[in-house]
């Protein structure tokens, strides 16, 4: 049976070979947008785990990718080119094979909040730089 997510993921962490695997996860980036990594970690754990992402390695829009993991229920991550991240939490892969569905949308709020965050930002780099220009 597979279950269909409609959000944005990044993937990583507890997966392992398709040797000793449990579940799988496809993740389809259906955005406009490039995934440049992709996180699991078990439900509850303060860190992620290793970009499942080779090095360079990118899921490009229009592109699928189907991971192997190990029982359990995780967190999943991804991060665009944009660097906007979305987090979807609990995410039940035990004997269940599952297909994550990422559209431009799925993110938009976390996509506000990282706008909103670079903007205040650049508001206090300008003030910082007006404040000490060369006259």
């Known amino acids: ?32 947008y490039d995934i440049t990594d992709i996180y699991v970690a078990p439900v509850g754990s303060r860190t992620w785990g290793p970009n499942l992402l080779d090095p360079g390695e990118v899921l490009v829009a229009g592109g699928q990718l189907t991971l192997g993991t190990s029982c359990g229920t995780y967190d999943v991550q991804v991060i665009d080119e944009t660097n906007v ?46 404040a000490h220009a060369v006259k």
């Open 85 to 130: 991240d979305c987090v979807v939490p609990a995410v039940d892969l035990c004997l269940n094979d599952a297909d994550w569905i990422v559209h431009d949308n799925t993110c938009h709020v976390n996509g506000v909040v990282k706008a909103a965050r670079d903007a205040q930002l650049k508001a206090s780099r300008d003030a910082y730089d007006a």
């Open 1 to 32: 049976m597979a279950t269909i997510f409609a959000v944005s993921a990044a993937m990583t962490g507890c997966v392992v070979s398709s040797d000793n695997t449990d579940a799988t996860l496809t993740v389809h980036n259906q955005s406009h």
